[in-house]
Structure formats: C-alpha cells, structure tokens
T-cell receptor, first 115, second 114 residues
Framework: ETGVTQSPTHLIKTRGQQVTLRCSSQ?????VSWYQQALGQGPQFIFQ???????GRGNFPPRFSGLQFPNYSSELNVNALELDDSALYLC??????????????FGSGTQLSVL | GNSVTQMEGPVTLSEEAFLTINCTYT??????LFWYVQYPGEGLQLLLK?????DKGSNKGFEATYRKETTSFHLEKGSVQVSDSAVYFC?????????????FGTGTRLQVFP
C-alpha cells in the first residue's frame, strides 16, 4: 500500500454541480499528478503540481483546476460537471518533479458519478 | 503524436501458463516505457520500466524489453499464478525529464484460473 490517500472514495453529483477531490501525497513527496480513468480505459493525465505551481497540463478544459498546498497535498476541482466526467480520478505523487530516478505512487482513487 | 496500443483482453490462462501481453507505441524522441498493474480495488503500481532502447525491465518474474526497431515493449512471464490476475497497463513518458506525465494504453485484463 502506498502513502497516497484520496478522499472521498466515492461521490455522486448531478450535472452542472461542482466537485472538489482531495489528495495527500506520500511523505517527502513534493509533486502531485492527477489522472482521469474512464471505465474500461487507461488513465489520462490531467495536470501536475510541483512545489505549489502547475507544472504541465493535459488536454482537459479550464473547468478542471487544481491547487497544491504548502504541505504538498492537493485538490482537484471540476466545475459545471458533465455526464462524461464520470470516472475514477487518480492522484499520484513523487519527489523532485518527476525525475526519471523517482517512482510514481498512485492512490486508490475517487470514483465520481455524475447523474 | 504519442500513443500506446495494447492487445485487448481479457487474457485467460491456467496457472503456470506462459504470458505475453503485447504493447506497441508511437513517440517522438526517446520515451521511457513502463508497465503498471492494477489489482482489484487498488491503485496503479509500477511493475517495471525501461528508459532506453534494448533495456530489459524485470520484477516479480515479469519481463519486458524496450525494442526501438519494432516500437514494442511486450510484457512476459514464464509461469503465471492466480495472484497475477489484474489489469495491466503499458505506458510511456515522452520526456526523460518528467516521467510523471504518462500516456497509458487502454489496459489488458488478465484472468488466471487454478
């Protein structure tokens, strides 16, 4: 089991609402990446935070936003939820901004259902 | 663009059978390649990786060789166990400087029966 914890584990929202997902990174890690995993698909990179700054973004609209706090925990916010946002959201942490020598540790994810 | 293609599953095997899960990739430059495993109810775990051509990654009896000439990174295991039942994801990192930004394949479910 990794030291990456995500909350909540499950969430149900309705279309148009806003949601905040939380992630605590593994101790000593300063980099957090977020991924979206739709049912039956591989995870897709949303964005990464390194030392509280966004450090790269995938092909997701601006209504997907994030924050990283001084303790390196992170939030993913999604506004104006759409049905297609239903997915497992994965948080992953590592040290040193994703250096090749670092290992990426994933949390168990938050399952979001949009009705 | 960068992409990863995996064989579709499920792959169903008897215990002690030989496993191959095919993975091919498209990338510019010199990507790093990974296999991740997702057990039921758990997060993704790194299984093995290779960072340059002809490198062989190995872990827990699984192996994969980075083949630049065929743009492949096939996963193999000589004798699978029931406990290997999981979903396996092939992934690449386009940049050697930030290997957290991964591009994943769609995953291959492996089911091993006693």
């Amino acid at each position: 089991e990794t030291g990456v914890t995500q909350s909540p584990t499950h969430l149900i929202k309705t279309r148009g609402q806003q949601v905040t997902l939380r992630c605590s990174s593994q101790s000593g890690h300063n980099t957090v990446s977020w991924y979206q995993q739709a049912l039956g698909q591989g995870p897709q990179f949303i964005f990464q935070y390194y030392r509280e700054e966004e450090n790269g973004r995938g092909n997701f609209p601006p209504r997907f936003s994030g924050l990283q706090f001084p303790n390196y925990s992170s939030e993913l916010n999604v506004n104006a939820l759409e049905l297609d946002d239903s997915a497992l959201y994965l948080c992953a942490s590592s040290g040193q901004g994703g250096s090749t020598n670092e290992k990426l540790f994933f949390g168990s994810g938050t399952q979001l259902s949009v009705l | 663009g960068n992409s990863v293609t995996q064989m579709e599953g499920p792959v169903t095997l008897s215990e002690e059978a030989f496993l191959t899960i095919n993975c091919t990739y498209t990338a510019t430059g010199y990507p790093s390649l990974f296999w991740y495993v997702q057990y039921p109810g758990e997060g993704l775990q790194l299984l093995l990786k290779a960072t340059k051509a002809d490198d062989k990654g190995s872990n827990k009896g699984f192996e994969a060789t980075y083949r630049k000439e065929t743009t492949s990174f096939h996963l193999e295991k000589g004798s699978v166990q029931v406990s290997d039942s999981a979903v396996y994801f092939c992934a690449l990192s386009p940049s050697p400087y930030n290997t957290d930004k991964l591009i994943f394949g769609t995953g291959t479910r492996l089911q091993v029966f006693p």
